[in-house]
């Protein structure tokens, strides 16, 4: 490889993103397949937990030490390797649930007539490996029965056809480019995301090339910023998801059992955020890509002590679980020397982790409130409770939400344009391409 992208290398992962630069890091990731492949004729599930989860998690912090951060997949690896070597058993309890269509390519791979079957860990090493391979990738455990009546009685996923999915996936794109364009147009004209003042500070005078967006100064400065903020996440993150889904299957290079369009939604209903407010916005309607990996050490707490997961201890168990592994992973995000020099990276890091921790208290405070006043909020019109439910969760956002304002100014994620063709700039007169 030539030295300049060697250089290039570098620089993107000390100042990007985190990356690996060491073999510590690849071996680790390479650890937890080999493991799995390993038949419990060999090693138990004891065994094999006591040999390989050590030695992963000692490479990682080797790894993670010469990196000088962590990194996203790195910690979904610490995750991932604790969920199916300690608390998990896939060898002996997991089964792959295959479906194979009978039905021409453009059908769904659940439509009728298809031909469901649920696939053990095999005993021969061939089928083994795509078996384990299979498995490494499935976070969600999408089409895999587990051995927890929850999540098995919705397997196999429920898909769409592939003309539906690329007709669905392809509006929702085109929505949320245009949502991320007017949001950064938006950036563009409120000193707020580019320099440290409080979210609460008032809107600069108008300017010309503010005119456009001069109604939005009626309302509270705090609810149009947390607003924007909002926006851009839900639509980087759902084009993050959707484009590469999309391409798979537009091109239609890979198998109904593979292809994205056989898979669940990435995102729920939004209608769950106004009958069960910040539960049923994280709970339901946000993606779900994590969930499994980040509640599990909550589940295997509430294994050692006894505790039932549908009990108000056993949920706040996996609740604080899953929001302080997620925001461990979400710290990953910042890189050991960030754009903005005179920014603190763990001042960064703790802004951008705090972000997930303090909805452990959302919870705690949504729950306590609709306990004491479940009788008086059933009495209540359902427009009426469900307006409540959606003010009191755009007031928790506009709460929590400007903690990311600090790692994002410090990574200057505001100062790069997030789309290369713009309309709203073109139709403001500012030009159609802005890279």
């Known amino acids: 490889m030539p030295s300049s992208s060697l250089q290039v290398y570098d620089h993107i992962i000390t100042h990007v993103v985190p990356g690996p630069n060491n073999i510590s890091y690849f071996i680790a990731f390479f650890l937890l397949p080999t493991?799995?492949?390993?038949?419990?004729?060999?090693l138990s599930h004891r065994q094999?937990?006591?040999?390989?989860l050590p030695l992963i998690y000692a490479l990682q912090v080797r790894a993670f030490s010469q990196m000088g951060s962590i990194d996203v997949l790195g910690v979904n690896l610490a995750l991932w390797s604790?969920?199916?070597?300690?608390?998990?058993?896939?060898?002996g309890t997991f089964r792959r649930v295959r479906v194979k269509s009978k039905s021409s390519m453009t059908e769904s791979a659940d439509a009728k007539g298809s031909q469901v079957w649920e696939e053990a860990y095999p005993s021969d090493l061939r089928s083994r490996i795509p078996w384990v391979l299979t498995l490494m990738v499935s976070f969600r455990l999408t089409n895999w029965k587990i051995g927890e009546s929850s999540h098995d009685h919705a397997q196999p996923g429920k898909?769409?056809?592939?003309?539906?999915?690329?007709?669905?996936?392809?509006?929702?794109?085109?929505?949320?480019?245009?949502?991320?364009?007017?949001?950064?147009?938006y950036v563009q004209t409120d000193p707020y995301f580019f320099q440290p003042i409080?979210?609460?500070?008032p809107f600069p005078p108008s300017m010309p090339e503010s005119a456009a967006f001069a109604p939005l100064k009626i309302l509270p400065p705090r609810l149009v910023r947390a607003s924007t903020m909002a926006a851009q996440i839900y639509a980087a993150v759902n084009l993050m998801f959707m484009l590469p889904a999309l391409l798979g299957v537009a091109l239609g290079i890979l198998s109904d059992e593979w292809s994205p369009h056989t898979w669940p939604s990435f995102f729920g209903s939004f209608s769950a955020v106004s009958t069960k407010?910040?539960?049923?916005?994280?709970?339901?309607?946000?993606?779900?890509?994590?969930?499994?990996?980040?509640?599990?050490?909550?589940?295997?707490?509430?294994?050692?002590?006894?505790?039932?997961?549908?009990s108000t201890m056993g949920f706040a168990t996996l609740v604080t679980s899953a929001f302080f592994f997620s925001g461990i992973t979400h710290i990953g995000l910042i890189p050991p020397h960030p754009p903005a020099p005179n920014v603190s990276v763990n001042?960064?890091?703790?802004?951008?982790?705090?972000?997930?921790?303090?909805?452990?208290?959302?919870?705690g405070i949504e729950l306590m409130a609709t306990s004491l006043l479940r009788k008086y909020i059933s009495r209540l019109p359902s427009w009426v409770s469900r307006s409540f439910a959606l003010s009191w969760t755009a007031t928790w956002l506009c709460m929590t939400l400007p903690l990311l304002?600090?790692?994002?100014?410090?990574?200057?994620?505001?100062?790069?344009?997030?789309?290369?063709?713009?309309?709203?700039?073109?139709?403001?007169?500012?030009g159609w391409f802005t890279w």
């Open 48 to 52: 094999l937990c006591f040999l390989f």
């Open 405 to 430: 304002a600090v790692p994002f100014r410090g990574m200057k994620y505001w100062d790069l344009y997030p789309v290369p063709f713009s309309p709203v700039q073109g139709l403001l007169g500012k």
């Open 159 to 185: 898909g769409l056809t592939r003309r539906e999915f690329l007709k669905v996936v392809s509006i929702s794109m085109l929505q949320d480019y245009l949502l991320l364009d007017l949001s950064a147009a």
């Open 198 to 201: 409080s979210i609460d500070t």
């Open 82 to 91: 604790y969920s199916l070597l300690a608390f998990r058993d896939p060898r």
């Open 347 to 363: 001042k960064m890091r703790f802004h951008m982790g705090a972000l997930f921790w303090v909805q452990i208290a959302g919870f």
């Open 277 to 310: 407010g910040i539960r049923g916005l994280w709970g339901t309607w946000w993606h779900q890509t994590s969930r499994q990996v980040t509640s599990t050490p909550g589940r295997g707490l509430n294994d050692l002590l006894g505790i039932s997961t549908s």
């Open 35 to 42: 493991a799995l492949l390993i038949p419990p004729s060999i």
